[in-house]
């Protein structure tokens, strides 16, 4: 995977009007709110005092509110129960002879980075050593720190860069740490709060990627230049490598690591979409990778590049999984797809190439090998029926893990390597909720324009289709990213178990089926992903689940925009609508944050056709006086630096002129996320599952 993608799983989805024809969407002019008198525009001001003021007077409210229904601190309690759970897994990475896992619990709000030795992990008996404790270093340094990532520079990995954020925002700051002696580096790899990449080259070189003044970042707020720096040099001689121009998403640098060699690759970024990877020579100079510029570029494994094509190309159709040989340019059919399948993921191992194939959304593992000329896949003895991930495969190691889960099953955790027939069971989750009665179906339903479209429903086996049972469809829809069946401990404990029917939509803009499934849903067809989130409300309502009353809907980021834009064009078919830190102006998205680099997803708001479209389902642009609208709830955060929190805002301050109904909480930190801690993340659970409550059970 390319660098920027660790930026964005959640990012925010659109959703037009499902209920009307493309052609009514686009004709219908409704009033909508000029930029330039944009009566709100003040609550953009993301720590300015006024709006910091009102977004305390929201919280109060809410909190006043929701606080006296008993349930509140009952939800709160439970919630935090799963988070800080001593009995949950804790996930390994092998990094030499060292299993390292990063652990939070009611000791350590914040977290602590620790390590085992491999033997004791793989007993089940792990001799844990504290590496760095979070939450003491944020004590020692009066800092809100957030940890996000620590880099090892292999195969000895006694350096890493640790990237720690400010209150959970995507911006870090990145330290080099010594393990010896347990200390940061003080005149090390040491980088100032950015949305920054740092990665190795090797012990006394890395790849640095950050703001280094005028000109050096995108309009997307994303590094427009990459530089090799060499330790004891100052981070500002650095040599530039690579640049991309400031309206273009950004460019990154990165090594992929083997047993035999290492490869040194660049990322020059056009938009989400459209990447030219090239590989770092030994006088910096870049040769261009011979793959179409869409293509999803997976790296490189036994001087293969592997991608998965966007477009068709070179006689391979789209979805296809191809390898080049980096020698002689030639390409060979690793799998492809049909039309029922798409690849979820792929990793590698020193042996092998692992692809995670999704048939209907449902996973399983193959196991390949390049021998005379063709590529020989294999099915991995893993579980089947629901979700499957790879974890911790590297071209270092032979081994690896993998989870298996379902939305009523908790999670597997299981050791795979060469030497083993059969996979090693490692440790099984506890169950969080109770399960027992309960059903994962899933379900088909034709969307507007005869499209079949797959959802995942939980349910009682015996349950009444009397059209009284409370019922949450949660949504994303976009950027290529698929809903699983997976375990939900939270929503399982806090709506399920207590009777609530939880449905999953896997709507197009997603990558269910594949890139076809995404680009479906791009730019003026994102109504096709309305579409089909309205035709599975209705679909649950027609069969008898539930009825409007009792039919509620959430989305986070992406799926914010969903929810969002949803409710505002079908208020008739919900109770409730829980927009998480989500994107709503459609027509300032591309001004705000990382909103620029979206473009390529939603459309460009200035253009006169894609901003025509985008103002039909703006949902900011969308609200009227006089029409009745559920009222929805809508969370945030201040420190989120990737949507915008002024998008949430807006919404509420234009609800409220208009008398409408509207909940509202933003957390004072932690980013994305909305949470920078567990207890955080608690409270966030309570406020939005006793909306639910609420609004939806009698």
């Known amino acids: 995977m390319i660098r920027i993608k660790k930026y964005f799983r959640a990012f925010p989805l659109l959703i037009l009007v499902a209920c009307m024809p493309h052609s009514e969407i686009i004709m219908k002019d409704p009033s909508f709110i000029p930029n330039d008198i944009d009566p709100y525009i003040w609550l953009e001001e993301v720590e300015g005092d006024s709006a910091l003021n009102w977004v305390k007077e929201q919280n109060t409210v809410t909190l006043a509110e929701l606080k006296v229904d008993p349930r509140f601190s009952q939800f709160e309690s439970e919630a935090l129960a799963i988070y800080e759970a001593q009995d949950k897994i804790a996930y390994g990475t092998i990094r030499g002879a060292y299993i390292y896992n990063f652990w939070q619990d009611e000791a350590h709000i914040r977290g602590i980075w620790r390590r085992s ?4 992990y793989l ?38 860069l640790i990237e720690l954020s400010r209150g959970g925002k995507d911006a870090v700051v990145v ?29 006394d070189k890395v790849f640095v990627a950050t703001d280094f003044g005028q000109g050096s970042m995108t309009e997307s707020g994303y590094p427009a230049t990459v530089r090799v720096w060499n ?58 990778l011979d793959l179409p510029h869409d293509a999803d570029f997976q790296g490189i494994w036994n001087e293969h590049m592997l991608a998965i094509l966007r477009s068709d190309w070179k006689g391979s159709v789209k979805g296809t999984l191809v390898a080049v040989d980096l020698n002689t340019d030639q390409k060979t059919e690793v799998f492809v797809p049909n039309a029922v399948s798409s690849i979820s993921e792929t990793n590698v191992t020193a042996a092998n190439l692992l692809l995670t194939i999704q048939e209907n ?16 896949l294999d099915t991995l003895s893993l579980p089947v029926g629901g979700t499957l991930s790879i974890h911790g495969a590297s071209a270092l190691n032979y081994d690896f893990f993998y989870t298996y889960n379902d939305l009523i099953t908790p999670v597997t955790l299981g050791y795979y390597a060469d030497a083993l027939s059969t996979p090693q069971l490692i440790r099984q989750s506890p169950a969080r909720f109770n399960s027992e009665g309960l059903e994962v179906t899933q379900k088909f339903v034709t969307s507007k324009d005869g499209t079949r479209v797959p959802y995942f429903l939980v349910s009682r086996t015996n349950i009444s289709l009397d059209g009284n049972n409370p019922t949450l469809l949660y949504g994303y829809g976009g950027f290529e990213v698929s809903e699983k069946s997976q375990y939900w401990s939270k929503t399982g404990k806090l709506w ?18 594949g890139p076809a499934w995404h680009q479906a849903a791009l730019k003026t067809n994102r109504h096709k992903s309305y579409e089909d989130f309205i035709a599975i409300a209705e679909d649950l309502i027609q069969a008898g689940y539930t009825r409007p009353g009792k039919l509620g809907i959430m989305g986070g980021s992406g799926g914010g925009l969903l929810v969002g834009s949803v409710f505002t064009m079908r208020p008739d078919l919900f109770n409730a609508v829980v927009a998480q830190v989500p994107l709503l102006d459609m027509l300032r998205y591309h001004k705000l944050l990382a909103g620029a680099s979206w473009m390529s997803e939603y459309g460009d708001p200035d253009d006169p056709t894609e901003g025509a479209y985008l103002k039909k389902y703006s949902p900011y642009h969308n609200i009227y006086p006089d029409k009745r609208y559920p009222m929805p ?10 949507v915008h929190p002024g998008h949430a805002r807006k919404m509420v301050a234009r609800m409220l002129e208009q008398g409408h109904p509207v909940m509202y909480y933003e957390n004072m930190e932690g980013g994305h996320a909305a949470g920078a801690n567990l207890k955080q993340y608690a409270t966030m659970a309570a406020i939005e599952f006793t909306y639910l409550h609420r609004q939806l059970f009698p």
Request: glycine share 8%; net charge negative.
């Open 633 to 642: 709830m809508f969370t945030t955060s201040t420190k989120d630096d990737r």
């Open 117 to 120: 030795p491999v033997k004791a």
């Open 361 to 376: 959304v449902i996973d399983k593992v193959y196991r390949g090998s390049f021998t005379d000329n063709a590529w020989v």
């Open 231 to 288: 330790r004891g040099e100052k981070l500002s001689a650095s040599q530039e490598v690579a640049r991309v121009p400031v309206a273009e998403l950004g460019v990154w640098g990165w090594t992929q690591f083997t047993l035999n060699k290492q490869y040194q690759l660049i990322s020059k970024s056009k938009d989400f979409w459209s990447h030219e990877i090239m590989l770092l020579g030994e006088g910096n100079e870049l040769r261009k």
């Open 175 to 203: 330290r080099e740490y010594d393990i010896a002696s347990r200390k940061f580096v003080a005149d090390g790899f040491n980088v100032a709060e950015a949305k920054s990449d740092v990665s190795w080259i090797t012990t």
């Open 496 to 513: 399920i178990e207590k009777g609530g029917v939880f449905a999953l939509a896997n709507i197009r803009g997603g990558g269910e089926y």
């Open 123 to 160: 007993d089940n008996r792990p001799e844990w050593d504290v590496i760095l404790d979070i939450d003491e270093l944020a004590k020692t340094e009066a800092e809100n720190w957030v940890y996000k990532a620590a880099k090892g520079m292999p195969p000895a990995y006694n350096r890493f």
